[in-house]
């Protein structure tokens, strides 16, 4: 409210973002950046722009300039010069009587000081100066409003009254005080505040006047009125200190406040300012020395000061002028900072809240304003508009309000909360969820941000296009928000019990109990909002329920409120936050009863369970409770997870009825996990039908893989593998502390005592002698080996920079390979213990070591279930699959080995034949051993194989868990293993290559006596395993004239065996049924492989091919986090043409056949080529046979007319001829044929005069990279057709919609590559997920018909499908970018294919493939210069050389030299490379910062200097060659813009154009043409530009360019603030 005259007041007054900056950093323990803050200032600002900032610090030195400031000369009579000074620094740094305080306390101190020694005395000076100034006749008030800044700072604002106790200054003390005590005006604001803003007002009126006499009397009234504040804010904390002599944060401010007062009373109350100084000014001993004459003897000192200066008590809030104490406590209860505003917790109100239902339950704190929640959604539920409701939604009490009770203190929920992070790794797992790239993506659920997973749903549920529902609407609310706020808060007691950070207002149990009770009175009565209504609505739907929810909660939460009290005096925390965390799981598993009930009762409604019990918005219940049961059930399986989630979620609509049963038992098989049993469930008493599954709870003593244990005991410890689960799943999270919480402290299998968890860390360490001497092998001589579990899950040490995928990887083997292995041999041997003790229950630890083995999710069956499990039973499976040695059961021979040794242990404990019972022990754990023998081989193989990190990661791991086990052995052996596997990360894997590791373990396999029969692997034998791969001896010539396609191609070297891979698919596609098909399709490899390799070995043969990778992105929907892989359809994702053509078996031998071709075999086609050009790149000789194979592999051996078996080019030949396209020259061959074989042609050419051209002829390898890429477009065009073919042929409507899910397998992920990953993935859900619809062929065809391009086709290669009008080229928009066009659209349309190398580089970053990522950024793939031969393929690297253009005569090039004394391209390539190679500044980098990096610097560096230098260069040439400036105009606008934003203004791209869009909506410039203002502006610049150079106008395009550089500083701008901003978050 207060108008200053001087243009600085605001930049002076912003020295309150100093004062709260300093105080900030002080807190975080950086003590150095507060001092560099408080000596130069960072906000406040000179009066002189060329002195900078106006420090703090210096004001210290300014506070005695002028004579008439007594208060100023009380100080230096008081203290001395620089007092104000010495105790800033020494709370800033911890010093002199600071040492030893906490950085909160000292933050407290920093601030206060400030604001009540430095500012207020520095405002009063400035303000006689200005008198002073008056005096002379000078009516400048510069002096009088540098003041008013000074005590009322920039965070107020501009309004009269100020903020709403925002403040940082001595102006929001008085409205502090005001608001705690409830003595504000209306309005809110502080009637000392106004008093205080009349005086300054009119004393600047004055001065303007050069009435100097009422400025100064003006003045005088400002003093009081401060001093006033003074004694009012010292009476507060005194009140605070008395109540709770410990709180050290008061302490703190009593003393700056006191010796900040003291200098003022001296000259009026001696004897007071005495008593003060006794009382409050010493901080040496804290409370030692505080208050030592009580509070009423410091009131009485206050109030005789206040009677002396003449201080009008109405002005105070406390009772300082009533010193007797008349037994009312007038103090708040809180402890809250006067600049700080930062509550610790969400209430506002004093005292304590009344009793809950009724007396059920007594809070010891205020939850009103959770009480009061309830209410809100009681208004919901009776609200009529979706306005009203969303107005209760978001209404506050205090500080509080149904959407952000959990946002409020989310970043502590998502640190304490495991409940909260398994829905968001459910929901990020699910389909709604982007995990395809799991720990590099962004956590998203339902396109929003994944940690406001809640609101998204409430949003969700208020928008949807059924209409609103208020009841729906609450009820959304109660089991989304007030539910998981109740988990929260519970294990939120848990974290403060254990840390000893409990609140001084509340606690987070009562909160819990609050949000459960609300305002709930009678314990009958189930009518109401409040979750306990909820709960008992529940109830009364089931019977034969074990217990009462609610009752159970009233004693569980009665009892943890007790434990959490007695908690303030326990010495020992960590014993009782352990009994709590129990008591917290216990109780929260007694809230998942009602949410399960729920969940069934609307399941059935919805499956007509219930008779006509069904509602319009029945559908939508059966949605809410699938979202609030089904991610609990993620962590221990979430292959049914993903199943229910599609059932029930994302296909809801369309669900079938008759799967209720199905679903029912699946959910009813899963309680176990959920820690529920039947009988906590109950029955529903609503069905009217006889289709409800009776549940069944597991019988007492379930059974393990096929092992019946003695003892029930086992299966509770086999829930240690949920444990696991859960740990990998925080770990994905990033929740790292829970994770570790849970490895130390359990969280599923629950001990004997049913108080308290088995935990993985204590299994670790073991009891038997046996063990501990094995043990101690892992611990001894200095190196602990057992430590990488914890720095794994930790993401520490050297998994710091690891992504959560890989450190979940690394976490998961460790545990079993490490600790878990520890834990079974330890229970098998302490139960041989028991034995040789004669006790009666040895078997009771040995059904522990089988149930540690096995886990609890392989089920009771023989060798396991169908999903996977977590322990070292899955690794020996995974293991047999991976080396094809399983049975014909498709199971791990050496598991069903060890279990049946398990049972003879048992046997012979029974029976005391204790020897016995030891010998299968050494059997079994030698067995184990194998386990991990065939780990390592087969991780050391894949790493030395494909360069792969996550293998050799798995490998340092597994080593890790042999070589302690290996030492006792051979050391040799072990110091091998550990020198090639010792240490992670590294440079170069395997240093004495792979065999040395091979030869080692065959070495210990033979040393340990271990039955080489009994490995997986083929480590035995050294013929199966090499170094290297090996290619044959010689290449054996054509000598016998075998042509491919009656003569069309004679490949060069013997390929007839590979060529009659022709005969097989004839044999696949001709079986009888599926059966002899699939065996046929796995089995035969007389083409010298089977079809179904093709698949499964890509991986190792394609780890480094662009097209294999993209394909692994685009259907990557899943990870398995026990080792770091990628899924699709919950198999390996590398593996994707093996689980799709298999599943098409499944359906008919027709789609298999066809699913072979164009997935299986044109895959490995591809691999062909790329292996032909790595070999001559390479400058191998023998280069040309790639071509060859790939040519066999396309063409085949002749079949039978129109026989069905015919390889790529029958089918292409077959559904060409639909869309009339045989070739003009050739009628016996359709188009995209014809072009395949003459480039097959031109590749073979290339060294049909020399084969050695690839060693000879460097730019070899160039001419074949085009011919192949080429060939690449055309093979992509062929699926193309197949998927339009699939769409528009005359099928029924379910088998086309078979053929068109398999092309769109086969085509789609090509349109990943193309960077347009919004399309498609509409694509992929409209024909995949949803499965097609015949009314959207269409939208289908024109959306393909967009990707044309981008995939290097045209409308005429793929023609016209019968009678159908086809596209033509001239729809694809070529010569439009934006609204721009380029004079020569072909070569601007390519060069601006660059950003797709950008698209790749991003997705092989994301999923860790850093050499492929590289080898793009530095060779290019997507732009190859058809003009100049000598540029060949121009990569985004060439642009940072002067490889192109080299033109460097411009300003921008200049500044960044000057500046970074590099090029900007040097600067650009160097970011890049350290990004991809983990080095300099990134060497601690994770995956998405780097990836970041990376983007970062293509589209706000490469894409905007290179832009530049085209466009300078077109402005040189202008003048003397019009084409060639047009020509780099053109380039300019393609190297802003792209290709993938020309396809396309619903596109993001990666260059410059694409940066503008993305930040339009955070900095509102956002347009609806061309994504911002900036880029409209851009566009009408380009095309002024190049109309200008082709009239020859050219100084008037130079002036265009300058508007130009101008337009793109725009979004460097925007990116620095938005990056800013975000880093400040």
């Given amino acids: 409210g207060y108008n200053g005259t001087s243009d600085m007041l605001l930049d002076t007054a912003l020295t309150d973002l100093d004062v709260r900056a300093i105080g900030t950093l002080v807190e975080m323990e950086a003590n150095n950046a507060a001092m560099d803050i408080y000596k130069w200032g960072r906000y406040s600002k000179d009066d002189d722009i060329s002195f900078g900032y106006s420090p703090i610090k210096d004001l210290t030195t300014d506070l005695y300039s002028n004579d008439q400031n007594f208060v100023s000369k009380d100080y230096i009579t008081k203290y001395g010069d620089n007092f104000q000074d010495e105790i800033i620094i020494n709370a800033i740094q911890g010093t002199g009587d600071f040492e030893s305080v906490s950085p909160r306390s000292r933050r407290v101190a920093t601030e206060a000081a400030i604001v009540t020694m430095v500012l207020h005395i520095y405002a009063l000076d400035a303000m006689y100066t200005g008198i002073d100034y008056c005096n002379k006749g000078d009516q400048d008030t510069y002096w009088w409003d540098d003041a008013v800044a000074s005590l009322v700072g920039w965070a107020e604002g501009t309004e009269t009254g100020g903020s709403v106790n925002n403040g940082f200054l001595f102006y929001n003390i008085a409205q502090y005080l005001c608001d705690v005590s409830d003595t504000c005006k209306d309005g809110g604001d502080s009637e000392i505040n ?26 005088a009234d400002v003093e009081l009125i401060l001093e006033t504040v003074l004694v009012d804010l010292l009476a507060y904390f005194v009140e605070q200190i008395s109540s709770n002599p410990v709180d050290e944060d008061s302490v703190s401010h009593g003393y700056i406040v006191a010796t900040a007062l003291v200098p003022l009373m001296t000259s009026y109350a001696a004897g007071a300012a005495s008593t003060i100084e006794t009382n409050l000014g010493s901080f040496g001993n804290r409370s030692a020395d505080v208050l030592t004459d009580g509070k009423d003897v410091v009131f009485g000192a206050l109030e005789t000061f206040v009677t002396a200066r003449g201080i009008d008590c109405n002005l105070l809030t406390r009772n300082v002028c009533v010193s007797v104490d008349d037994g009312v406590d007038d103090s708040s209860s809180g402890s809250e900072n006067i600049v700080d505003n930062d509550v610790d917790f969400n209430v506002t109100n004093d005292g304590t809240s009344s009793p809950l239902l009724s007396g059920a339950y007594t809070p010891v704190s205020n939850v009103d304003d959770f009480i009061k929640l309830t209410e809100f959604l009681s208004a919901i539920e009776e609200s009529a508009t979706v306005e009203e409701g969303q107005s209760f939604y978001t209404k506050s009490e205090g500080s509080l309000s149904l959407k952000t009770v959990l946002p409020g203190r989310h970043k502590t929920h998502e640190r304490t909360n495991p409940i909260l992070n398994i829905y968001m790794y459910g929901l990020w797992t699910s389909e709604d969820g982007e995990n395809e790239n799991i720990g590099l993506s962004s956590k998203v659920f339902d396109n929003k941000e994944l940690e406001l997973f809640w609101d998204t749903i409430v949003s969700d549920e208020l928008g949807k ?136 009762v609307h399941l059935s409604a919805q499956s007509g369970i219930m008779g006509d019990s069904q509602t319009e918005d029945e559908v939508d219940y059966m949605i809410l409770y699938a979202l609030s049961v089904l991610p609990l059930i993620s962590i221990c399986d979430e292959e049914v997870f993903g199943k229910l989630y599609t059932e029930l979620v994302t296909g809801a609509r369309s669900y079938d009825p008759l799967k209720f049963s199905e679903i029912l038992k699946t959910l009813q098989d899963r309680y176990p996990c959920l820690g529920l049993s039947c009988s906590d469930i109950g029955i529903s008493v609503l069905s009217v039908s006889t289709d409800e599954v009776p549940c069944q709870d597991p019988a007492s003593n379930p059974g393990i893989v096929g092992y019946e244990p003695t003892y029930g005991t086992s299966f509770e410890m086999s829930k240690i593998d949920l444990d696991v689960s859960t740990i990998l799943s925080l770990v994905l999270m990033e929740a790292h502390d829970l994770a570790i919480d849970i490895y130390k402290y359990g969280r599923n299998a629950k001990k004997e005592d049913s108080i308290s968890y088995t935990a993985i860390q204590d299994l670790s360490n073991p009891k038997s002698q046996i063990v ?109 699959q991976r080396f094809d040695t399983c049975d014909e059961n498709d199971n791990s021979p050496v598991n069903g080995i060890i279990i049946q040794k398990f049972s003879n242990g048992q046997d012979f404990l029974e029976q005391l034949q204790c020897d016995d019972a030891l010998n299968s022990a050494k059997e079994i754990e030698k067995l184990i051993e194998s386990i991990l023998i065939d780990n390592l081989t087969y991780r050391s193989m894949t790493a030395s194989s494909s360069f792969d990190q996550t293998s050799f990661l798995l490998a340092h791991i597994t080593a890790t868990a042999l070589v302690p086990l290996m030492r006792s052995v051979d050391e040799t052996i072990a110091d091998e293993i550990e020198t090639d596997l010792g240490t992670f990360p590294v440079d170069d894997y395997f240093p004495d290559g792979i065999d040395t590791v091979l030869s080692s373990l065959r070495k210990y396999v033979s040393l340990k006596g271990i039955d080489c029969s009994l490995l997986s692997s083929s480590l035995c034998d050294e013929t199966q395993l090499s170094d290297a791969e090996q290619s044959s001896d010689t290449v054996k010539p054509n000598d016998s004239g075998h042509t491919l396609v009656n003569g069309t191609y004679t490949p060069t070297s013997d390929v007839s065996d590979l060529a009659s891979i022709s005969s097989l698919v004839h044999t696949i596609c001709n079986a009888e049924n599926s059966e002899i098909a699939i065996e046929a399709y796995s089995s035969d490899d007389s083409a010298g492989l089977t079809i179904q390799s093709m698949s499964t070995n890509a991986k190792s043969a394609m780890s480094d091919e662009l097209m294999f990778n993209q394909y692994v992105v685009a259907l990557s929907d899943g990870v398995e986090k026990t080792d770091g892989s990628f899924l699709f359809d919950d198999k390996p994702a590398h593996h994707y043409a093996d689980t799709i053509t298999s599943d098409a078996f499944k359906t008919s031998v027709e789609l298999g056949c066809q699913s072979i071709k164009i997935l299986n075999i044109w895959m490995w086609f591809a691999h062909k080529l790329n292996e032909a050009v790595k070999g001559c790149d390479k400058g191998r000789s023998d280069a040309y046979t790639s071509i060859d194979e790939a040519a066999a592999l396309w063409l085949g051996n002749p079949t039978p007319s129109n026989d069905v078996g015919g390889l790529l080019f029958e089918m292409t030949e077959s559904i060409g001829r639909m869309f009339n396209s045989v070739d003009e020259d050739n009628s016996e061959m359709v188009h995209l044929n014809r072009q395949i074989i003459n480039r097959l042609l031109f590749a073979q050419e290339i060294f049909s005069d020399d084969k050695n051209r690839c060693a000879s002829d460097p730019d070899t390898v160039d001419d074949l990279r085009i011919i192949v890429k080429e060939i690449f477009s055309f093979t992509s065009a062929v699926l193309a057709q197949g998927l339009i073919h699939s769409m528009l042929d005359q099928r029924d409507e379910k088998e086309k919609r078979e053929y068109v899910e398999l092309f769109s397998f086969a085509f789609l992920p090509l349109l990943n590559t193309c960077g347009r990953g919004e399309e498609f993935d509409i694509l992929y859900d409209m024909l995949v997920i949803k499965k097609f619809d015949e009314a959207d062929t269409d939208d289908v065809l024109n959306a393909i018909q967009n990707f044309y391009n981008c995939l290097g086709f045209t409308c005429d290669d793929i023609g016209n499908y019968g009678l159908r009008p086809g596209c033509t080229d001239s729809d694809l928009s070529l010569d439009n970018m934006m609204g721009y066009s380029p004079v020569n659209s072909t070569k601007t349309n390519m060069l601006a294919k660059l950003d797709l190398d950008a698209v790749a580089i991003v997705q092989l970053m994301s999923i860790e493939n850093y050499d492929l990522a590289r080898d793009i950024y530095v060779n290019g793939y997507s732009y190859y210069d058809y003009d100049n031969a000598e540029y060949g393929f121009v990569s985004l690297y060439d642009l940072t050389q002067s490889a192109t253009i080299g033109y460097d005569d411009f300003t921008t090039y200049k500044l960044f030299q000057d500046y970074f004394q590099q090029s900007p391209g040097d600067l650009a390539d160097e970011t890049i490379t350290n990004a991809l190679d983990q080095q300099s500044n990134f060497v601690n980098a994770s995956g998405p910062q780097r990836l970041e990096a990376v983007k970062t610097v293509i589209s706000n560096i490469i894409s905007y200097v290179s832009s530049l230098e085209a466009f300078h260069f077109a402005v040189d040439q202008c003048n003397s060659n019009s084409e060639t400036a047009i020509t780099a105009w053109d380039g300019g606008v393609a190297l802003i813009i792209g290709s993938i934003e020309s396809g396309s203004p619903n596109n993001d791209g990666y260059f410059l154009y694409a940066t503008s869009k993305a930040m339009c909506d955070d900095f509102a410039t956002c347009a609806e043409e061309n994504g911002s203002y900036a880029n409209n502006q851009l566009i009408q610049r380009f095309t002024q530009g190049q109309k200008q150079i082709t009239e020859k106008s050219c100084s008037n395009v130079q002036q265009t360019l300058e508007a130009i550089e101008s337009l793109l500083a725009i979004p460097l701008i925007q990116s620095m603030l938005y990056y800013a901003d975000k880093d400040s978050q």
């Avoid at 106004?194 to 003045?219: D, F, V």
């Fill in 772 to 880: 501990t001497n094995i043990y101690d092998r892992f611990i001894n001589d200095g190196v602990d080996y057992t430590r990488v579990t914890e720095a794994s899950i930790l993401g520490v040490d050297e998994f710091k920079s690891l992504s959560p995928l890989r450190k979940s990887a690394a976490a998961s083997l460790s545990i079993v390979t490490i600790d878990l292995h520890l834990a079974i041999l330890d229970a098998m041997y302490q139960g041989i213990d028991v034995c040789n003790q004669e006790g009666t229950d040895a078997n009771r630890h040995w059904d522990e070591a089988v149930a540690l083995f096995a886990g609890w999710a392989e089920g009771v069956q023989e060798r396991g279930s169908d999903s996977d499990g977590y322990l070292m039973f899955n690794i020996a499976q995974q293991i047999c």
């Fill in 465 to 600: 296009d059924s209409g609103y529902n208020a009841l729906l609407t609450a009820e959304t609310i109660r089991v989304v928000i007030m539910w998981i706020s109740v988990t929260s808060y519970l294990y939120e007691s848990i974290y403060d019990c254990r840390e000893g950070s409990q609140p001084t207002t509340t606690h987070p149990v009562d909160a819990a109990a609050a949000l459960w009770f609300g305002n709930h009175i009678s314990s009958d009565i189930s009518d109401g909002a409040s979750l306990f209504a909820w709960a008992k609505r529940s109830e009364n739907n089931f019977e034969d329920q074990s217990s009462t929810v609610n009752d159970e909660m009233v004693d569980r939460l009665n009892s943890l409120q007790e434990s959490y009290e007695f908690c303030k005096a326990e010495l020992n925390k960590q014993e009782l936050s352990n009994k709590m965390r129990y008591d917290v799981d216990a109780i929260v598993r007694v809230m998942t009863i009602p949410l399960v009930q729920y969940f069934i």
């Fill in 194 to 219: 106004r008093l205080l803003m009349i005086a300054l007002t009119e004393g600047k009126e004055s001065l303007w006047a050069l009435n100097c006499a009422a400025a100064e009397s003006r003045l």
